[in-house]
């Protein structure tokens, strides 16, 4: 494992040292370092090279049975759970508040910020890092246990509906933030809180809890698989441990519908780097900015990605043969796209985090726009000189490769635990296209937006 990670390693960094210094400001990333075609056949050679090696030096699978825990002391976790509970709530009733009676102009008005980037973008990222913070910052479980509405489990529901339910909202969600003609603006933000929030206490109330999060939430079942990316976990008796990093996703366990939910989570996150992009806006004009015409290309875009990800799992049960379905296949490889979908999103998204995510500064001082300026930065600008276009290339490209290595990785593995030896690695030839080809579309998206 150690000689194919330094081979990927080092690849990566032949590619990605070939960014020079620059200190030209934002603008197009149409001004790269060296051609778009370089870097697409590097970052393409990175990913061969990741897969032959792991067909060398991973001859047998390691990660398909739950990895040992080691447990983390860390002082004061159980409170720090609880207080995260609290703090939950009161960022949703605060958002509501805001986005009702405060001005309605997204850049003074604190709740665009913690719809869009803070609930949406941040606690997602940080749960690829620390386990799930979702969890327990999710106020709607912590808002029905305060009122008393409990109902009982239906795990039925969850047997016989599976994720179609979550996938459903996730797309919902995605539509809103993308077709929509005016998502940010506070009113928008907060008539969806209180939408979602109706919603989830009447499900928590008559499927229960537990029931909901699994099925219907799209947001918990969002945060709950990129967490499993996250080397931390808690044990059965609720304490921090450590499992190593994605061995959370290659434990995954078959859950009907999940295929179709991480095809929406890559199809939606390219719909909305594809959709910023010169050549989309000139390919379909008008069409493309209105209601109808964005609906289509966003369920478009997600069925292209899910044909790709179907023909993939098709070569690969038909090499695989003793009654393999592509069906079959792509539930049990599904998992490989969590890393892809989180890759996409932190590429896409780390910009809008790291310069509109300084409005919270400006607005949080006057947060319904009365004129007050609590912590004297009510008037703050944006700080665009943080990072350069050059640097933001480096994370965006970064990112993207290691996201696709990561899914080679668990895709090898699981080939080798699920097929016989003698087939396992050519299975994966369709696969290994198509991880080529989804990183080419991601770069040369980022490159053209």
Do not use: K
């Given at each position: 494992m150690r000689r194919a990670a330094f081979t990927a390693s080092a690849v990566m960094w032949l590619v990605l040292g070939a960014l020079p210094a620059s200190a030209h400001g934002l603008g197009g990333r149409a001004d790269l370092p060296i051609p778009l075609g370089m870097f697409l056949g590097g970052a393409s050679v990175v990913l061969i090279l990741s897969f032959a090696a792991l067909a060398v030096l991973w001859p047998k699978h390691r990660w398909q049975t739950d990895p040992p825990l080691r447990e983390l002391r860390v002082p004061g976790f159980r409170g720090m759970l609880i207080g995260l509970q609290i703090f939950g709530v009161a960022v949703l009733g605060f958002m509501i508040a805001t986005g009702v009676f405060g001005v309605n102009n997204p850049s003074r008005n604190p709740a665009s910020v913690l719809l869009w980037i803070g609930f949406w973008l941040v606690i997602p990222f940080l749960s690829a890092l620390f386990g799930d913070l979702y969890r327990f910052v999710n106020p709607f479980p912590?808002?029905?246990?305060?009122?008393?509405?409990?109902?009982?489990?239906?795990?039925?529901?969850?047997?016989?509906?599976?994720?179609?339910?979550?996938?459903?909202?996730?797309?919902?969600?995605?539509?809103?933030?993308?077709?929509?003609?005016?998502?940010?603006?506070?009113?928008?933000?907060?008539?969806?809180?209180?939408?979602?929030?109706?919603?989830?206490?009447?499900?928590?109330?008559?499927?229960?809890?537990?029931?909901?999060?699994?099925?219907?939430?799209?947001?918990s079942a969002y945060n709950r698989l990129i967490s499993r990316i996250a080397p931390f976990t808690r044990t059965e008796g609720g304490d921090a441990a450590w499992r190593g990093w994605l061995r959370g996703l290659a434990t995954l366990p078959d859950i009907p519908g999940l295929a179709l939910f991480l095809v929406v989570m890559v199809g939606t996150?390219?719909?909305?780097?594809?959709?910023?992009?010169?050549?989309?806006?000139?390919?379909?004009?008008?069409?493309?900015?209105?209601?109808?015409?964005?609906?289509?290309?966003?369920?478009?875009?997600?069925?292209?990605?899910?044909?790709?990800?179907?023909?993939?799992?098709?070569?690969?049960?038909?090499?695989?043969?003793?009654?393999?379905?592509?069906?079959?296949?792509?539930d049990r490889f599904s998992?490989?796209?969590?890393?892809?979908?989180?890759?996409?999103?932190?590429?896409?998204?780390?910009?809008?985090?790291?310069?509109?995510?300084?409005?919270?500064?400006?607005?949080?001082?006057?947060?319904?726009?009365?004129?007050?300026?609590?912590?004297?930065?009510?008037?703050?600008?944006?700080?665009f000189t943080l990072i350069t276009p050059t640097g933001v290339w480096y994370v965006q490209l970064t990112v993207i490769v290691a996201g696709h290595v990561a899914a080679v990785f668990l895709a090898h593995d699981r080939a080798l635990f699920d097929f016989p030896s003698e087939v396992a690695v050519r299975t994966q030839y369709a696969m290994l296209a198509l991880m080529v080809v989804l990183t080419g579309v991601g770069l040369a998206i980022l490159a053209a937006g």
């Open positions: 912590t808002l029905a246990r305060w009122l008393g509405l409990q109902g009982e489990e239906r795990p039925e529901f969850l047997v016989s509906n599976g994720m179609y339910p979550a996938a459903g909202v996730l797309l919902a969600f995605v539509w809103v933030e993308t077709v929509y003609p005016d998502p940010a603006a506070p009113r928008t933000v907060a008539i969806m809180a209180l939408v979602y929030l109706v919603a989830m206490l009447v499900s928590i109330e008559r499927i229960g809890p537990a029931t909901t999060l699994g099925a219907v939430d799209g947001f996150v390219t719909y909305d780097g594809i959709s910023d992009t010169p050549w989309f806006r000139d390919l379909f004009g008008a069409f493309g900015s209105t209601i109808p015409g964005g609906t289509v290309l966003l369920v478009v875009t997600v069925g292209l990605i899910g044909i790709g990800y179907g023909g993939a799992c098709l070569a690969a049960a038909r090499i695989a043969g003793d009654g393999w379905t592509a069906e079959r296949v792509a998992h490989t796209l969590v890393p892809i979908a989180l890759a996409y999103a932190v590429a896409h998204y780390f910009t809008l985090i790291l310069f509109e995510g300084q409005r919270i500064i400006s607005s949080m001082s006057d947060p319904f726009g009365t004129g007050l300026d609590l912590f004297g930065t009510a008037d703050r600008a944006i700080d």
